[in-house]
């Protein structure tokens, strides 16, 4: 079997070409501009831009399943144009690319951000309806409407399956992500302030995992939430501190007062030049549904997610490896 991997160069696409490689899975790499993440990997890599039809079509030649991980990740309430042209253009490309080249099937990683959160006090599951709305950040109606486009070709045909990753962290962060770089910061007590806020954090190993047993097992059409564990920032900088010796004590921000200062810190970041962990968007997806329920995908597929403390040391570990931190010998 040949598969090929859209966003192979990103955090999770980059575990997820490991994954295929150690079960001997031919692989094709997609690589627009990065790739340092596949450097040295027995794959073949290919160029493709999500805006550009025929270049998925060649790159999807031969293929007998397609993952489509590119995407436009943004935590800005701007930049709808690139999202649009990536997130939702970049997705119908590749669906029709999927369907000139005859590929049998297409795991199409959608995000829980595609999912309405509310009611909060009620488990998130799989039949959530889109998050739909102007006043929902750009990124989560970008990541709805692909989806869309996923489930309008599905119900003409495709045999495809549809996955929502929660918040992934892991190893092969070579960006970093946001949190790989707030998990940098926590660490190295670069981080101005905590929040009293938290999130479902999954190990991108397992998100990969997910993916693969979805391609295997799945029926046509089938969608699961890929989800780990809850934890608030304070949780996480705790564990950080009994991993590593480090003291991550910080000043906790109460969340109103964070939404309040974020505006002149996305302002501040601008005109640094330098990436904002704590925006509008970030905040409130620190504030949202602590109940993301994994258990179809437990059921359906024989998924679990490992524990968060291993997913954390590994992750660590990584980034001192390859020279992103330096950390006590304790870890």
């Known amino acids: 079997m040949k598969v090929a991997v859209t966003g192979a160069t990103g955090h999770i696409g980059a575990n997820l070409v490991h994954a295929l490689i150690k079960q001997n899975t031919s692989t094709r790499c997609l690589v ?42 943004s935590l800005s309430m701007g930049g709808w144009q690139q999202l649009e042209e990536i997130n939702v253009s970049g997705t119908a490309n590749v669906i029709e690319a999927c369907k000139r080249q005859g590929v049998k099937r297409l795991v199409h990683f959608s995000s829980i951000h595609a999912l309405t959160q509310e009611p909060l006090d009620t488990p ?31 119900e003409q045909g495709l045999n495809a399956v549809i996955i929502y990753p929660t918040a992934a962290f892991g190893p092969y962060d070579y960006q970093p992500s946001f949190f790989g770089e707030a ?36 029926p046509a059409g089938s969608r699961y939430l890929i989800s780990g564990h809850w934890l608030s920032m304070c949780d996480i900088a705790k564990v950080i501190a009994e991993i590593t010796g480090a003291n991550t004590e910080k000043w906790v921000c109460p969340l109103w007062l964070a939404h309040v200062s974020a505006p002149f810190i996305e302002g501040y970041c601008n005109i640094s030049h330098k990436r904002p962990l704590y925006t509008r968007m970030s905040l409130r997806t620190l504030n949202s549904n602590k109940h993301i329920s994994h258990e179809k995908a437990t059921r359906e597929l024989g998924y679990q997610p490992r524990a968060f403390r291993e997913t954390l040391a590994d992750t660590l570990q990584w980034f001192e490896k390859n020279g992103k931190i330096n950390l006590p010998k304790k870890l």
């Open 32 to 73: 627009h501009k990065h790739h340092k993440a596949i450097d040295g990997l027995d794959v073949e890599q290919v160029h493709g831009d999500l805006r550009d039809v025929e270049s998925l079509s060649n790159a999807f030649k031969g293929v007998d399943t397609v993952y489509h991980l590119a995407a436009t990740i």
């Open 124 to 154: 998130v599951n799989e039949e959530r309806p889109p998050a739909n709305g102007n006043s929902l950040p750009p990124y989560d109606r970008s990541k709805a409407i692909g989806e869309r486009i996923v489930r309008q070709a599905i």
């Open 183 to 218: 998990l940098i910061m926590i660490a190295q007590r670069r981080l101005p302030a905590l929040v009293n806020g938290g999130f479902d954090w999954v190990d991108a190993r397992d998100v990969a995992k997910g993916a693969m047993l979805a391609a295997e097992k799945a």
